[in-house]
């Protein structure tokens, strides 16, 4: 009684095979994280100090610190979230809780998937042409914001549609069902439901931006500048643009700065990434349902 | 004697699916009246067309009228705000609204009107409350949040939120149908209850609960009227073919 046979022997040995399988490839999607990490600490920690942040680069770059690239990464963060926040939130608002589902809205849908799919450096182009040639911006801060806003909007829409779509369809219905409006349901009832979800999408958003460098290489980021940007108008350094300079550009740069200003990107995008997982498990707690 | 509804050779149709068909009745007012029939029928569509709650995201399209207190409820001027508050609608699954208990009740009052006292929204939840008989469970624990009740309770709870709109019409879609026998038994007796001040009309699957809540039944197939009247004569003497098929349980 209740002895398993050979047929269920070897469904278990089959399951736990594939158990065996799964976790394994999880471990390898785990590793270049981790070795990457390890490989700039190692590298980069004797130089990683304080001056470091907070000095200009000096002699063609081989030597100083990276403040200006900070500034930089700065001002183009800020500006393009400032930019897209808004629009984004605004459309998938409209595209989740106005549209109707007809034909239109499926393909302004298709139409945000694909721009999600294009490759940065034809953005850069496209904001090349837009913003800097077209809407004389110059190549400018500005400019450069612009098209890191362009190229964020289908991420921060797509996933404000998910976090809009996973309110309970009940809960607006109720809402209606005593003749609230749509725009009294989306305030009282969607919004403050789905907010966490929006909220984490803005700020991967935001980490994804900090270390974009296609997109701005043709808009507003330079490879040196003697000075920091005075306004909008002004072009400035970035970190992005600053590793890859000193990595392939400069003669003469001592082996661990590149590792160095590669670890505060990192960690800059890291700890950006980790503020959007506290912000989502502490509204996690707050929520009444 | 008022009528609640009327209806004058009524048709719904979803796109190009008609769910109803010259429907021609009249409902009483201060009456429970229970729509019953098989899944598909139309009992929900009807109910859903006496506040057009139905109306979002498909294509929808009819004919005929549907008077609610003598006015009709597709004419042009007719603001849908206004005639939710008036037709309020229970659903099949109570749906409790994400915030606490006081704001559940409240909801709709605020939504409605543009500045209210906060002594005038105390006095809502305590009147509402009183009504639906949860008050004196529920008087200390107003800030917790709804969705914590037993369901039983959140169907309640529901019907407590139509009541500060004073709705003159309350729409049930199959009230009962996520509750346990006590439940189901607590929500019958607060209906019938509630008859006392408005008029309500109740969709349901069970045809012991038509017999022991309502005065008058409509049995409705395929999106018709088969048959219409008190409850008690429906159920023991009914004239149609189809409706005694359906209430001794041979089809649907």
């Given amino acids: 009684?209740?002895?398993?046979?050979?047929?269920?022997?070897?469904?278990?040995?089959?399951?736990?095979?594939?158990?065996?399988?799964?976790?394994?490839?999880?471990?390898?999607?785990?590793?270049?994280?981790?070795?990457?990490?390890?490989?700039?600490?190692?590298?980069?920690?004797?130089?990683?100090?304080?001056?470091?942040?907070?000095?200009?680069?000096?002699?063609?770059?081989?030597?100083?610190?990276?403040?200006?690239?900070?500034?930089?990464?700065?001002?183009?963060?800020?500006?393009?979230?400032?930019?897209?926040?808004?629009?984004?939130?605004?459309?998938?608002?409209?595209?989740?809780?106005?549209?109707?589902?007809?034909?239109?809205?499926?393909?302004?849908?298709?139409?945000?998937?694909?721009?999600?799919?294009?490759?940065?450096?034809?953005?850069?182009?496209?904001?090349?042409?837009?913003?800097?040639?077209?809407?004389?911006?110059?190549?400018?801060?500005?400019?450069?914001?612009?098209?890191?806003?362009?190229?964020?909007?289908?991420?921060?829409?797509?996933?404000?549609?998910?976090?809009?779509?996973?309110?309970p369809h009940s809960f607006r219905e109720a809402s209606w069902n005593v003749g609230a409006s749509k725009l009294q349901t989306i305030r009282h009832i969607v919004l403050p439901n789905s907010f966490p979800g929006i909220l984490t999408g803005l700020v991967f958003a935001v980490g994804r931006s900090a270390g974009e460098t296609a997109a701005i290489l043709f808009t507003g980021v330079a490879f040196y500048l003697p000075f920091l940007p005075q306004s909008v108008?002004?072009?400035?350094?970035?970190?992005?643009?600053?590793?890859?300079?000193?990595?392939?550009?400069?003669?003469?740069?001592?082996?661990?700065?590149?590792?160095?200003?590669?670890?505060?990107?990192?960690?800059?995008?890291?700890?950006?990434?980790?503020?959007?997982?506290?912000?989502?498990?502490?509204?996690?707690?707050?929520?009444?349902? | 004697m008022s009528f609640a509804v009327n209806t004058n050779d009524f048709s719904f149709w979803y796109g190009n699916f008609q769910a109803l068909k010259g429907l021609t009745f009249n409902i009483q007012a201060h009456n429970i009246t229970a729509l019953i029939g098989p899944s598909g029928c139309g009992k929900s569509t009807f109910l859903k067309c006496l506040n057009r709650i139905n109306e979002r995201g498909t294509t929808v399209s009819h004919e005929g009228s549907i008077?609610?207190?003598?006015?009709?409820?597709?004419?042009?001027?007719?603001?849908?705000?206004?005639?939710?508050?008036?037709?309020?609608?229970?659903?099949?699954?109570?749906?409790?609204?994400?915030l606490t208990i006081y704001e559940n009740v409240v909801f709709g009052a605020r939504t409605h009107m543009r500045k209210v006292k906060n002594a005038e929204l105390d006095q809502m939840v305590e009147t509402s409350l009183k009504r639906v008989g949860m008050w004196e469970d529920l008087k200390d624990k107003l800030n917790r949040p709804a969705t914590g009740l037993s369901l039983e309770k959140q169907q309640r709870l529901c019907i407590a939120r139509l009541l500060p709109l004073k709705p003159k019409l309350l729409l049930l879609d199959e009230p009962c149908s996520a509750l346990d026998p006590a439940g189901i038994e607590a929500i019958e007796i607060l209906i019938r209850d509630l008859k006392r001040d408005y008029s309500i009309i109740i969709v349901t699957h069970s045809m012991s609960q038509a017999k022991r809540v309502s005065d008058e039944t409509i049995f409705m197939y395929m999106g018709e009227l088969i048959e219409m009247s008190q409850t008690k004569a429906l159920f023991e003497t009914p004239k149609e073919e189809r409706t005694a098929a359906y209430i001794e349980g041979r089809f649907g």
């Fill in chain 2, 67 to 98: 008077q609610v207190f003598g006015h009709d409820i597709y004419h042009p001027t007719v603001a849908l705000p206004e005639l939710r508050r008036q037709v309020g609608m229970v659903f099949q699954k109570p749906n409790p609204m994400p």
């Fill in chain 1, 1 to 167: 009684m209740f002895k398993p046979s050979i047929h269920l022997l070897n469904k278990e040995i089959r399951e736990n095979n594939f158990k065996g399988a799964l976790s394994i490839m999880t471990f390898f999607l785990f590793l270049p994280a981790l070795i990457i990490m390890f490989w700039l600490f190692i590298k980069g920690l004797p130089v990683l100090s304080l001056d470091f942040l907070l000095q200009d680069p000096i002699r063609g770059m081989t030597a100083g610190g990276i403040f200006p690239t900070i500034v930089g990464t700065f001002w183009l963060v800020i500006i393009s979230v400032l930019v897209s926040c808004p629009l984004g939130v605004l459309a998938a608002l409209y595209l989740s809780e106005y549209a109707a589902d007809g034909r239109t809205t499926r393909i302004i849908r298709l139409a945000i998937l694909n721009l999600a799919g294009v490759p940065s450096i034809v953005h850069a182009l496209f904001g090349l042409g837009a913003f800097v040639l077209f809407l004389r911006m110059g190549t400018s801060i500005l400019a450069a914001s612009f098209t890191l806003a362009v190229m964020n909007l289908p991420v921060i829409i797509t996933s404000t549609l998910e976090s809009l779509k996973a309110v």
């Fill in chain 1, 233 to 289: 108008f002004d072009q400035c350094m970035s970190l992005s643009m600053h590793l890859f300079t000193i990595s392939t550009q400069v003669v003469g740069v001592p082996e661990a700065y590149p590792y160095a200003t590669a670890l505060v990107l990192i960690l800059l995008i890291l700890s950006i990434n980790s503020i959007s997982v506290l912000l989502r498990s502490y509204f996690r707690t707050r929520r009444k349902w």
